[in-house]
């Protein structure tokens, strides 16, 4: 780490690479741009709107007023949404400088730090006058959990502006306060052991608290935090089992994620981080694990995990059904948290190909184009079309296949927030050391990226259509004195891929993986990669029993859906068969998929739905050339049916 | 019906047709008969001693001993499963007489009557010195609900013993109290209307003990409850929608089941009850309407019910994942009380077709061997063995893949209990009119049949190994003086049943439906159907997303599967592919069916499991012959996978 104050980002781990601060890359519209956009300009106001009107942001108030009682609005974790919308501020007041956007901060930040305790405990759920007592349900009152968020907010905010700053002030109390209360020896959960949180989160905000002020102490409460969990520490909560929260098996001896997706991949971030700042190579090879195992059979080809609704929790290996899909936003931004501290550690590309995935499929898909409604679930098949919602109506739960203004449990629309908002942090990363430095980009996005490096500044040009078109131009615009070497990501979709180095001149095959530009790079140096996102066909592994049969269509990084409203009249989306003999062809910014129509009997009156013959060749329509569109973008146009993996039989 | 006692019966309907009472007929041994054995000899006590050992009814001393307080052990229902246990009591005593069951009973019911209310209300979770207030709680409590149970085991005693017996005195008080309570203009729901109970089941029992009492006060009151449901009567319940409770759409006018599965098919019993007494013809083509629309729909192959853990309900159409199925045990239970209703009502041959169905494949399967453990979801796709239970553990959920001894929420033990010692009723039906008697036999089962029709005693013997084997053979043993015919179901999947007739000689082809036997009934004729219970394939329907690509295996009324424990060494589940171009052969009480292993390639290294090509032939080994066994019989040799729908790609 350099002697220098360090960008704004998110994760500031040791070791030899960082990534962008958020104010190191401007983005020139483009998707990410745009989606940055709506979100300050919509999502922001939008969410402090939903917190005012339900009541969440005055049970702050209520606490430091003295007038708590029995009736809160909100669940046991609505401080947190407030804490993850302070961190959305933090960050884009750290990208951009809007003094309007600090000032929001600053008189919400006002209302939470006059609810804190003099002995730094900070909860409106919890321990005052009418209420539960403090820390009276570990298992569930999320009280860490909520803790956890604030510290994170507080640690976006040191990095924005610095340590002295009143919400910074607030976590540091409420750290110590935690730090105390949970030492070993302290506040007892079962079995002897000191108590953990039902919901992980604890874990990661003191870990990045503990970097970003320099206290090894919140650094330590952190590994006490991971090491307690999984050994049945957490008091039974009925029709729970201790794997929903990840208490039944120890972090370094897990081999998969398993319970609870939002737990289990929030754990895994704070596990990730403890490893790295205690130098434990046998915990952070056990999250490297766990990763490889649940990417490879949990996880689906949106990035998405978590397959089931109930306990909103990971399924068995190869237990992907794409209608049961529950993939929940906040899964897709916590899978984000966890795959950046591995590339941070490791280097490895897979990490930043899932990012990649995710950030595309699951986190640009929960967001409404006007910023204002939001998928919390993101299933890859849409059986009924969904009830239309309405703009002032609280969403109790995470179905309908209509994205939501705001929900009963409304963690995604702020998550989305805090993560769009600090979108820059994850799309490249730096490496110095003696031999000079190494910027590698991570994600393609247009725009201009300014870093200092030893020896001075690099900034570097971004010109593309990405993912609409392939083609990233990467153009020198300032080059520092000492050597500076550029390595760009090819996602391993892109297999036909082609670089165009500076005085190369023709463009050279690149496989999957990292492409290094070879040689020093120059101020007026050019890099031109081409990712060809042509749209392509992708099979289920043949142990996905649920999609067996199917094919997808996915362009580029985007998976692409059929959705009814595209069909012709009178066609249901289950009769549509995909002829997967033809390619896909390039159709605005999906693609054009050749298809059968099927005539399908009718039920067979009064019994269930299984015959004493194989399905025989069906009436069908001659070909048909069908539209798919970004899965990011269904159900933009009202309520539909829709579905990722088109039937080929 | 006629003016001596009826025989003891679950229900009894007007109408043209009535059921077997429980001590007409007579089974010898089979598999009905081993599995009522069982029931009788293990499962009462197993359940009576869980319940003293949890103390669920010991619940009901502190009532009557005032000493109640804020602990009370089990969940808000757990009164409800002293009554299944009740219910089934009374008709195994109603069965054999047998003194020791009738002395168990009655020591039951009192520890039961000495808990109930001057007023006649009996509940041991609400309305007592340190408990919640009587019907606070209509959405959740279960009150109702459990007095449902209630008055459903006073019905069975006083069909088994007559009115002059103490648990029909308190249950008559107990409907009383009801009656009092929620007439119009009685206690509130919500929007102006009288309340109703979150969980149905009051509905039937009501109905019956209406019927059984002669009471038509009680049938007016399910008929309120009926009517009342489905306008939002109910106060909402944070994260269930109304469609949980089947409080969105009126019953007469919905479309089809939805919601909790359990709560959908009690609720459609009560409201055929309802239909049938009332002669509400609408009310009761839209239960009918119901009925077809969710068999073709949203029924597995078992029989079973309910596709999804998440609020142990209904899924959309055609979502029918195998791994997921809930199908739970009491949904099974429930499915026959409707389809027995429906068929006494209609004399539709396809309700008898699926309560064939889903007892051999739903209720059948939960039991053990042994009698004292139970499946309480019956999914159709095990992927990881479950866990080992132990016999002293309570089963926190419904999960595992293997037997357990009890659960948190038990509702399925006992509703086994009473199915299995009140199985006879749904066997045959009686008609009688004016030109003599029809039997019709529904179900299948060596045993006496003695029923008293106009001119006599028609006594028949049925000798058969069904559904081991597909020959029935019923021959009379004594006929009335009068006209009486038979007639013989030939279910829907006996593609190529023959019968030989009385005088008839040779066997003549019979389509599925009811098989009418020519003629009047003389002692010493013989009958002999042959149903060919040779194994079949079964393909589902194209719209089942989830099982694209495979096919069953069924043999008669049984659904086969595939168990791990039955594979070669060294081969997993999920590379076996099956060839349906071979029929399956007879293998003990299961097939033989021919089948290649492929070999499977390691998961592709970090990336979701999706490729880039299709799914290539697979390495695969010769033909292999495995077998499969009745899927009622799994999970009895160990934890172990299974599938029922095979892949065949």
């Known amino acids: 780490m350099t002697a220098t104050p360090s960008p704004a980002r998110p994760v500031d781990a040791p070791g ?43 049970n702050f108030d209520r606490v430091a007023a003295g007038t708590t009682g029995p009736d809160r609005p909100g669940w046991q974790f609505s401080d947190s949404e407030v804490y993850k919308l302070l961190e959305a501020l933090a960050w884009e007041h750290g990208r951009t400088g809007d003094p309007t956007v600090d000032a929001t901060f600053r008189k919400l930040v006002d209302r939470v730090a006059a609810a804190q305790d003099d002995d730094g405990y900070l909860n409106t759920c919890f321990g005052h006058p009418g209420r539960p007592g403090r820390y009276t349900d570990l298992s569930s009152g999320h009280e860490l959990y909520c803790t956890g968020h604030l510290l994170q907010a507080a640690v976006a905010r040191v990095r924005a502006v610095g340590p002295d700053d009143r919400l910074v002030e607030v976590a540091r109390r409420a750290a110590d306060h935690v730090c105390r209360e949970f030492r070993d020896g302290g506040r007892d959960g079962t079995r002897g052991r000191a108590g953990i949180c039902g919901h992980p989160g604890i874990e990661v905000g003191l870990a990045e608290l503990g970097r970003a002020l320099d206290e090894p102490r919140y650094t330590e409460q952190a590994r006490l935090f991971v090491e307690r969990r999984g050994h049945g520490t957490l008091a039974p909560v009925a029709l729970l089992s201790p794997a929903y929260f990840q208490d039944d098996v120890p972090v370094r001896e897990a081999d998969v994620w398993r319970g609870h997706a939002v737990r289990a991949l929030y754990l895994a971030a704070g596990a990730v981080d403890v490893a790295v700042d205690t130098r434990d190579d046998e915990l952070l090879a056990a999250v490297e694990h766990q990763w490889t ?37 906040c899964a897709g931004v916590a899978s984000v948290m966890v795959s950046w501290r591995l590339l941070l550690a490791s280097g ?13 499929n699951v986190v640009a898909t929960s967001p409404a184009a006007d910023g204002r409604a939001f998928f919390y679930a993101n299933p890859l098949q849409q059986r009924e079309p969904g009830a239309d919602v309405r703009p002032d109506e609280v969403n109790p739960r995470a179905e309908g296949g209509v994205r939501a203004p705001w929900f009963d449990v409304s963690c995604c629309p702020t998550n989305v927030a805090r993560t769009l908002a600090s979108w820059q942090a994850y799309a490249a990363t730096v490496e110095e050391d ?36 392939g083609v990233v131009r990467v153009t020198v615009v300032e080059a520092p004195a000492g050597p500076v ?42 890099v031109t990669l081409d990712l060809r996102v042509a749209p392509r066909l992708t099979w289920p592994d043949a142990r996905v029993d649920a999609a067996r049969g199917t094919v997808a269509v996915e362009r580029g990084p985007l998976v692409l859906a059929l959705e009814s409203v595209d069909l012709p009249d009178g066609v249901a989306l289950e009769q549509v068969r995909l002829d997967p003999d033809v390619a896909p062809r390039v159709h605005g910014d999906g693609a054009l998929a050749r298809a059968r129509v099927v005539a399908l009997p009718e039920p067979a009156g009064g019994t269930p739905p299984y015959v004493a013959g194989p399905p025989g060749p069906a009436a069908s329509s001659d070909a048909v050339d069908l539209p798919l569109i970004p899965y990011h973008r269904w159900a933009e146009r009202g309520p539909s049916t829709m579905r990722v993996f088109v039937p080929t039989v």
């Open 16 to 58: 030899p690479r960082r990534g962008l601060g958020v104010g190191e890359l401007m983005l020139d519209g483009g998707f990410w741009g745009r989606l940055q956009e709506t979100n300050a300009r919509a999502t922001f106001q939008h969410c402090l709107d939903w917190m005012e009107r339900l009541g969440w942001v005055a």
């Open 293 to 329: 195992r649940s990417v490879e059979r949990r996880t689906y080809l949106s990035g998405g995990m978590g397959s089931r609704h109930q306990d909103e929790g990971f399924g068995d290996d190869w237990e992907l059904p794409p209608d049961r899909a529950y993939c929940e936003t």
């Open 348 to 360: 490895d590309v897979r990490y930043a190909d899932l990012i990649e995935r995710t950030l595309f």
């Open 485 to 526: 070497r550029l390595r760009l990501r090819v996602p391993r979709w892109a297999a036909d891929a082609t670089l165009v180095c500076p005085r190369g001149g023709t463009p050279e095959p690149v496989a999957p993986g990292w492409a290094d530009v070879p040689g020093t790079l120059r101020a007026g140096d050019a």
């Open 434 to 469: 003696a031999g000079g430095a190494t910027v590698t980009l991570a994600q393609y996005a247009a725009g201009e990226v300014r870093v200092d490096v030893a020896g001075g500044a690099l900034t570097l040009r971004v010109d593309t259509a990405y993912p609409a078109d």
